[in-house]
């Protein structure tokens, strides 16, 4: 029972010193680890700044959690640094994260209010995209000198910016038609989707991937070093078992390579021996982490990054991926998909936007199509996949804001979809009538 004359809330905290540093990207890690050869390649590509010919246009990519940023960063004020040095003009603007931006208006708007003083910010609306264009074209010539852009998750650009910002800008000194003559623009473009480059026009590749460099997963090693260093900064002194960075460093090498996962593991742990009111940290709150660290990251999907139609999508799938004797089709999904969304009283989009919203879903690695030829009667579809352990997403999706989409018996399909189909369970026939019979929907 709680003791209402007593506040719940504990004022001291036994296990961690700073959380910041586990939790946001905002944090800067004073030390790069382990990323020397692509910083040599960064600073290869940006020398040009420095003896005075024009920069270059840089692409980097590599998986999601693996120092993009935090070295795109780093050289970034290592470069400021050198051509304040030099008494060399240099602007650099970013990173701006594209993902936060719907169209080329919201984008140009933002980089335009980046020039200019806050007493002097451009409106949310009341121009055309193409005068905020000019606008940020006169703030590039007004500061003059060299210009270097960073633009985050470029594979989220507003499709109406791609040919603006990844072809016409970097150009924009050369073209006749735009106010700049004296500044030299560079852009630098990060992506965590390599398909992404592959849809662009020839030209836009050629421009964006004048340099590039890749950025490769970790492997334990390394991410043993890199959590270290953050272990260090977030937990109190001597709270932190010997296993507990290595086994979250070996976790974490063995998914996929990334940091932020890691860091995710920390706290997770961290956190449980603080509820436990233990202290200190071991390795088997460490191994708890490690057990619902998928789960939650879904569940942060399914919370945050994905909309509500792109969330239904999403378990639609996965109920089509585990039902019996059915293949997750374009076609099956979306009729999961109306059925989730009707009984759970959402609005039903139409079959059309299926297929944009597993685009997207595809776009952010959640599902993974594969063609499928139609044999005599000709003609293809596509049959669909999740990524992720399906166990994983249905717990997700039951313990996030879409538990009320979930049928009820998904977990009597479930164990009959992992055991293999070898339990005393009858599954229905293929025809669609049937199989939406074996669902209960809420
Ligand atoms: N080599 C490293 N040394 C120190 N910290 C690192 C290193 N690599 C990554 N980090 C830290 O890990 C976290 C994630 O890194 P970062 O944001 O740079 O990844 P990213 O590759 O840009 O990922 P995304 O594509 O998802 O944006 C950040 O807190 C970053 O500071």
């Known amino acids: 029972m709680v003791d209402v004359n007593e506040n719940p809330f504990d004022g001291t905290d036994a296990i961690f010193e700073r959380k910041q540093p586990l939790k946001k990207d905002t944090f800067t890690p004073d030390t790069i680890f382990h990323r020397d050869e692509e910083i040599e390649f960064y600073i290869n590509a940006l020398q040009d700044v420095i003896v005075g010919h024009d ?26 640094e050198k051509a304040e040095a030099e008494d060399i003009p240099l602007t650099v603007v970013g990173p701006i994260n594209c993902r936060n931006y719907r169209s080329a208006y919201a984008l140009v ?15 949310e609306s009341g121009y055309s995209t193409d005068s905020v264009f000019e606008f940020l074209y006169e703030e590039i010539e007004a500061v003059g000198g060299n210009v270097l852009i960073i633009l985050d998750e470029i594979d989220n650009i507003p499709a109406d910016a791609r040919n603006d910002f990844l072809y016409e800008l970097p150009r924009a000194e050369a073209n006749e038609n735009t106010p700049i003559t004296d500044a030299k623009v560079g852009l630098i473009g990060i992506s965590n989707d390599l398909k992404f480059v592959d849809v662009l026009e020839p030209k836009v590749k050629s421009t964006l991937g004048e340099r590039e460099i890749k950025f490769g997963p970790y492997d334990a090693t390394e991410l043993r070093d890199i959590l270290g260093y953050y272990a260090d900064i977030a937990f109190r002194e001597g709270v932190l078992g010997e296993d507990v960075v290595p086994l979250a460093a070996a976790f974490s090498a063995q998914e996929r390579g990334d940091v932020r996962q890691g860091l995710r593991i920390l706290e997770k742990a961290g956190e449980y021996a603080r509820m436990e009111g233990a202290d200190g940290v071991t390795e088997a709150h460490t191994r708890r982490a490690t057990d619902t660290i998928e789960t ?33 089709s374009t076609k099956r999904i979306y009729n999961l998909y109306s059925s989730i969304a009707e009984s759970s009283g959402r609005r039903v989009k139409s079959e059309r936007k299926i297929y944009e919203f597993l685009d997207q879903l595809s776009m952010q690695g959640l599902v993974r199509s594969a063609e499928r030829n139609l044999g005599r009667k000709g003609g293809r579809k596509y049959i ?19 538990s009320d989409a979930v049928p009820s018996n998904v977990n009597g399909i479930l164990e009959h979809y992992l055991e293999d189909e070898a339990t005393e369970f009858e599954a229905p026939d293929t025809t669609d009538d049937e199989q939406q019979n074996l669902w209960q929907f809420t």
Not at 384 to 402: F, K
Request: net charge negative.
């Open 384 to 402: 669909y996949e999740v990524t992720d352990d399906p166990t994983d997403i249905i717990n997700a999706a039951l313990q996030s804001s879409y």
């Open 109 to 123: 708007n933002t980089l335009v209010n980046e020039f200019r003083d806050p007493e002097n910010q451009l409106p």
């Open 296 to 328: 939650d990251e879904l569940l942060d999907y399914f919370e945050h990054d994905l909309s509500s139609q792109q969330a239904l999508t999403y378990l639609a799938t996965t109920l089509a991926l585990i039902e019996p004797k059915h293949e997750a």
């Open 55 to 80: 920069p270059n246009n840089v692409f980097v990519y590599g998986p999601t959690g693996v120092g993009k940023t935090a070295v795109t960063k780093w050289v970034r004020d290592k470069l400021e």
